[in-house]
Each structure stands twice: as structure tokens, then as C-alpha cells.
Nanobody, 124 residues
């Protein structure tokens, strides 16, 4: 059973960089042939796929967020990390990490496993 857990600060100031880590257990991010994604849900809105990293370390980004997003991994810790730069209050959302086969998916059933999510608020 694969389990994912997000961690990171719950409050980020505008213009700063948001950094979140997803720790994976029960499966390896380096040998599992699925994609490891970051997805967010702003208040009152739907799920937004932000980007992903695959088992080889290749990264994929949403075109709308590509200039501000970076995803990396630490295979020794079985973790992957999201960095979102130049945040604004519009980046306030619940952020999730998830494992799935389809890039860009925005429905929960399209992923095999989800983290519980972490609330990030952008405010001064």
C-alpha cells in the first residue's frame, strides 16, 4: 500500500517561494512506473494539476504554472518536492501530492494514491 504525506509551511508571504515535500512510503519513486504529481485546490474551485516527476526524474509542468514551478526529488529519502515562486494570495489552496498514470489529470479517481493534503495560505 503506497502512502503519501505532504509537509511544509502553512503560511507563505507574497512574493516568496512556496516549498512542499511529499514523502512516499510503500513504494519507490525511482522504480514505480507512474507519475508523481502535485495538484492543488483553491477555495471554492476545482482541482488544478501543477506538475509531475516520473521514475526517471523527468519533469512535466502545467503550461500556466511552468515559469514559476519546479519539481525535484531525493531518491535516498523517497521524497519529491514542489517549489512555486513569486506566490500571490491566488496561490492559496490545499496542496496534494498523488501517484497516477495520466499526466494532467484533474479527477480524484484518475490517481491511484493521494496524500491527505496540506493547506497553504499566502498572506502578509
Amino acid at each position: 500500500q503506497v502512502q503519501l504525506q505532504e509537509s511544509g509551511p502553512g503560511l507563505v508571504k507574497p512574493s516568496q517561494t512556496l516549498s512542499l515535500t511529499c514523502t512516499v512510503s510503500g513504494g519507490s519513486i525511482a522504480t514505480n512506473y507512474y507519475h508523481w504529481s502535485w495538484i492543488r485546490q483553491p477555495p471554492g474551485k476545482g482541482l488544478e494539476w501543477m506538475g509531475a516527476i516520473d521514475y526517471s526524474g523527468s519533469t512535466y509542468y502545467s503550461p500556466s504554472l511552468k515559469t514559476r514551478t519546479s519539481i525535484s526529488r531525493d531518491t535516498s529519502k523517497n521524497q519529491f518536492t514542489l517549489q512555486l515562486s513569486s506566490v500571490t494570495p491566488e496561490d492559496t489552496a490545499v496542496y496534494y501530492c498523488a501517484e497516477g498514470a495520466r499526466l494532467g489529470a484533474t479527477a480524484r479517481h484518475q490517481y491511484n494514491y493521494w496524500g491527505q493534503g496540506t493547506q497553504v495560505t499566502v498572506s502578509s
